[in-house]
């Protein structure tokens, strides 16, 4: 046996079998992770949230199964999945007598089981405007997984730039204009985390932040979700949404806001402020909440130079 060898053995023996059992258990988590976001993708791709909400928020397994048109063979396994859903805290659920039920029972007790949806479910709900599904069906998908198989590689290679362009052979807003299944994915993705941003951020700090405005440009603004709901909450407003020419392409016609296609690092048109939306993490490594989301430059003038700068 190496001395290698021979030093692993001996910290193995000093482990307690508690230690070593718990080590294990611990790989395993890590190994099986994604199989959480897969079930959440399926439930998504079942229509379960949507279904549990338009029964009024709860709902039993039969209820799902006929609902979403699976087979009853899949029933028990449609069950793991929900008790998996359920354990990661996307549902909740709760026993109820058979005659309270939708249907009849499901367990030999005469208890049925109903399924509710917790706030993280309740937004992946595709008829409410604040609907995170999108997003789940951009972030949860085989062109975003590949992307960080590799990830050892890009440490070894100092040419190599990022992640996504090592695997995919282009940065990330090029495969946007290359692919178009992935440009509608990610507008898609982006207008549905915008409509849940504005819409917390309007009720809280909205007045404050937007008073006095009389004109807007929002730098890199998508299909203009953010925009839209300004403009909405403040129609004295005149919100311009400045993008990529991919993406202005894709943004719907309306009266409210004017679509510019241009780069920002080239030109941003003039206005009485600015508006950047970004994510930052506080001292937990959690996401800040969503009022520092936005940087704000009133009276922003000759931003293209100073961004430029930047």
Known sequence: MSRSNSKAARHMDALSTGDLMQAELQLYNHSFSYVKSMALKCAVDLGIPNIIHRRGGSATLSDLTAAAKIHSSRMPYLQRLMNLLTISGIFTKLHAPDDSCFTSSETPSGVAVLYKLTPAS??????????????????????????????????????????????HGCNRWEMTRR??????????????????????????????IFGGLSSLVDVGGGLGAV??????????????????????????????????????FKFIPQADAVLLKS????????????????????????????LAKR
């Open 122 to 167: 309740y937004l992946l709900a595709s008829n409410d405007v604040t609907s995170m599904s999108s997003m789940l069906k951009f972030l949860v998908r085989p062109l975003t997984f590949n992307t960080f198989f590799d990830m050892h590689t890009w440490f070894k290679d100092k040419q190599a730039t990022s992640f996504f362009e090592m695997t």
């Open 227 to 264: 925009s839209l709901a300004i403009a909405k909450a403040f129609p004295r407003i005149k919100c311009f949404v400045l993008d990529l020419p991919q993406v202005v392409n894709q943004a719907p016609a309306n009266d409210t806001v004017q679509f510019i296609a241009g780069d920002m």
């Open 179 to 208: 692919n178009a299944v992935d440009n509608r994915l990610f507008n898609d993705a982006m207008v549905a985390d915008s409509n849940l941003v504005m819409e917390i951020f309007l009720r809280e700090s909205g007045h404050k």
């Open 279 to 306: 994510r930052k993490r506080n001292e937990a490594g959690s996401m800040k909440p969503i009022f520092r989301r936005f940087l704000m430059k009133e009276r922003f003038r000759r931003a293209s130079v100073h």
